[in-house]
């Protein structure tokens, strides 16, 4: 009962706040975003100390190498966070936006863009999400309530007491910030149930978080995150290309979400291009689990089962298919994918259109890779999440997908 109530304060101290937030203008918001990036250059020795003790333990709990490396923050990574938020001060403050019309009975109608309230979010071990998710509410005054993963426990004290400190030099309440330092998972059900005070629910990281965030939740919930990619190499394409694309989508991080886990090739050139591949990868180690028809083209890989291809590995292992062609490859991406980014390698045009128009994903690439699948790398500053479904957004979340429409109407007293 403590912690509900304890958890039920914070929730309570980050809607009263939310007001406020709202009613700033676009001048205080900024200020705030920049004393922000001041703060982390600034205080870069204290939030790299605070994550040395998030690492220490995520290393003796065994937690995997590749995992470590979303969560280790140095000062490349912290200047990086701060030039986000730099970046996101240049973008239009979408709060306030519209259209406005009369209508015949004379009263005019004002359809204006508003903050969706109070954003909470339940996300895993990327101290990033902690100032980019904060960030953008700041920008489009929402309030927010962060409940970050264990592992980045420290790290996360440490940003968001800098984040509140910024906003005060801002002139805004501190408390439109909220950070739930409880990491267990009697907390997050804690989160999940409030109704009254939460307005929308945003999870970040694993199919499993996600998944148990959808069942439970009494908060609307936006999906995000859960990445299967695919990457289909059609029969016509550049294969110097294709080993290009392939191995940027799966070995750059192949930790995020963005990054593939399932690659189809054509029939007709598998035997040219699955050999260049995976000599390609050996350099990073990359596990592959063939199905039958591809595993003689790939030196040492291991025989796929059906699970395979429907798992987000965020890790250097890689399903492998042969398909007859375009028709088949988009069957099956259908069937396994996440909906959330995929891409194909060809020179056909019929084939490429095919494609984009038959996938069923939020981001549908042509001779590209899925790691762009990125709020910056889309001209959105950055991102709270990139979603899978299709309301009240699809695909990287930028600030529009973070606001309402509310209409306001003006009358000389018109009555119908």
């Known amino acids: 009962m403590e912690l509900f109530e304890e958890i039920r304060a914070l929730c309570a101290g980050v809607a009263k706040a939310a007001p406020s937030l709202a009613e700033a203008g676009t001048k205080e918001k900024n200020t705030a975003l920049l004393n922000i990036a001041e703060a982390l250059v600034a205080n870069s020795d204290k939030i790299i100390e605070a994550n040395k003790a998030d690492l220490a333990s995520a290393e003796k709990n065994g937690v995997a190498p590749h995992m470590i490396d979303r969560l280790a923050l140095d000062e490349k990574r912290i200047k990086g966070i701060a030039d986000a938020l730099t970046e996101l001060v240049a973008q239009t403050d979408p709060i306030g936006a519209g259209e406005t019309w009369t209508r015949p009975s004379g009263i005019t109608i004002r359809a204006v863009r508003v903050p969706l309230g109070v954003i909470g979010i339940i996300f895993e071990a990327r101290p990033n999400v902690t100032v980019d998710a904060a960030a953008l509410c700041i920008k489009t005054g929402n309030a927010t309530v962060l409940r970050g993963g264990k592992e980045a426990i420290n790290t996360n004290i440490a940003l968001v007491s800098l984040m509140k400190n910024a906003l005060s030099a801002a002139g805004l309440d501190p408390n439109c910030v909220g950070l739930i330092e409880d990491t267990s998972h009697e907390g997050a059900n804690i989160l999940m149930q409030m109704t009254e005070y939460v307005d929308v629910l945003i999870p970040r990281g694993s199919r499993r978080l996600i998944g148990a965030v959808k069942a439970k939740s009494k908060i609307p919930v936006i999906e995000t995150g859960a990445g299967n990619c695919h990457l289909y190499i059609d029969e016509s394409a550049d294969l110097d290309m294709a080993v290009k694309i392939a191995v940027n989508a799966k ?46 083209y790939v030196d040492g890989a291991h025989e796929a089962e059906e699970e395979d291809f429907s798992t987000e590995y965020d890790d250097y292992i890689l399903a492998v298919g042969v398909v007859s062609g375009v028709d088949e490859a988009i069957e099956h991406i259908n069937k396994y994918s996440t909906k959330h980014s995929e891409a194909i390698v060809t020179r056909s045009y019929e084939n490429a259109k095919k494609f984009q128009s038959r996938i069923d994903s939020a981001a549908v690439y042509v001779n590209a890779s899925t790691r762009f699948t990125d709020g910056g790398e889309f001209g959105f500053g950055a991102e709270i999440g990139i979603s899978t479904q299709k309301l009240h957004a699809r695909g990287p979340m930028g600030l529009r997908a973070l606001t309402t429409e509310k209409y306001l109407i003006d009358g000389n007293g018109e009555i119908r």
């Open 251 to 296: 070995c750059s991080r192949p930790a995020v979400c963005n990054a593939i886990e399932t690659l189809l090739v054509h029939e007709k050139i598998a035997d040219k291009v699955l050999p260049l591949i995976a000599d390609a990868m050996k350099w990073y180690g990359v596990e592959f689990r063939c199905d039958e028809r591809s595993k003689p």
